[in-house]
């Protein structure tokens, strides 16, 4: 059973494949190729880089990942090569072949930035990314989600392995499980990088693909993994330079205690360390946020992972000097009387805007961004660099009298710039003819989805519309699921994609009727019942 766990998936249309730039999976508008960003920052260089790898190797089109990665769209078998090649150039190439995590932790989008981390957030995700690349046979989609105990976090993510800061130089690691997390004892900050490469080992030993399904018994065998001497396991920053320094008091975090129970006892009668008990703080959503250096970061999200090249030019053309706000030509659907009322895009990141995006960036010296190939790691907490979130979106920093001007223009160009934009409470995954296992056209129902639904939005609930049963986009529950089956869609009211087999099957613009009747007060049972 764990050699099929573990066993890479043939079926392009079964949810768990994990492309990368040497193994592009197929879809309906030809291979799909994922980028991972090394902590999901790339220098201007790197991004424009992207941009002119999909307009020369794909069909120009680019989606930003939940986990704050890069896909390239309509790669063929010819210029998947060349493609991966040209990315190598610019320090992006695939860093494993085993089939393992291309990108293994994920953390704040303003790691770096956050005055109150206890943590070098950034420097424990080095440390440990290449702890895990000495770990043969991770199962693609691992992830070690890492929290510094910041005013900023990754809010619910959906990792394998937790790391939260507990105060200067402390830490607790956190297993996932289908109730919970069950965390161990808190240990030295310079001590978990080994930590969590014996507990990925013990893992991968396992034969399971995530954490959260792993059985009691196989739970503990990571938790015994886990409280093994780390002397037996020396830290990979020693020799290497790297310093996890202490940052903050740690103040306001709950300490060991919220991390459960001693981990010694709990393992002496075959017990779990006790569940929950630390909770993340939530991703910095869209808008402007004034940081302590005097910039400003700006959050953006693509809507549904996507946005149109033209709108990104507008904007990148403002931002790099050329024009005013005045003077920038807004799609008709992207007026401020959209913003209030919004369509959606139709289109994905294309090769332009990401290109001239890049140049937006300030640099420290005032000078233009060089473009070679050689040493373009982006430094992760400056300013040059440009941060991928795991809300599908970007993050810039500007100096203060640039920021609103900036919002402003990303706003007219279609981008969700501020928190309460009612397309943030809709999931949507690329549907036809971009994916082969889509029969409609998803993004441009879930931008009229978003509109109707928004008076639910406010009361909390969260719709999605998946082109397929798989759900990729949000395989969870929702208020509101709209399934596409053969070019009209099967109606989930609180379910899962999977969810309600003899579901009612409606075409969009019923069941986009049906929610503009509803009454907002009320159930959607009503809307959608016999």
Known sequence: MSGERRRRPDDPARRGWCPSLARPMPTGDGLLARVHPPLGVLSAAQLRAVAEASRRYGNGHVDITARGNLQIRGVSEGTAPPLAAWLADFGLADVRSDGGPQRLTLASALAGFDADEAIDVLALARAIEDVGLTVPGLPAKTLVAIDGGGRWGLGAAEADVFLSATGAARVAIGLASETGTDWCAEIAIDDAPAAVGRVLNAFVATGRRRVRDLGDSERVQLLTAHAEPSRASPSPLCGRG????????????????????DLSPALSDGTLPRR????????????????????????????????????????????????????????????????????????????GGFRVLARSEPRNDGGESEDHHAGLGAAPASQDAIRLTPNRGLVLFVREDQAEPTRAALAAAGIITESADPRRAVAACPGAPACASGTTPVPRHAGELATAFAPFAARGLFAHVSGCAKGCAHPRKAGLTLVAEGGRYRVVLDGAPGDGGHAPSLTFEAALDRVRRADPAQSLAGAFGP
């Open 242 to 261: 790297w310093t996890l320094r202490q940052q903050g008091s740690g103040e306001g975090s709950d300490g060991a205690e919220a991390c459960g129970a």
């Open 276 to 351: 929950g008990g630390r909770f993340f703080a939530g991703a910095p959503e869209p808008g402007l946020i004034a940081l302590s250096s005097g910039l400003t970061a700006i959050i953006v999200e693509a809507p549904f992972g996507r946005c149109t090249a033209d709108n990104l030019n507008a904007v990148a053309a403002l931002q790099a000097g050329e024009a005013s706000s005045s003077d920038v030509e807004t799609h008709p659907r992207h007026s401020g009387a959209a913003q209030r009322n919004p369509e959606p895009t139709t289109g994905h990141c294309v090769s």
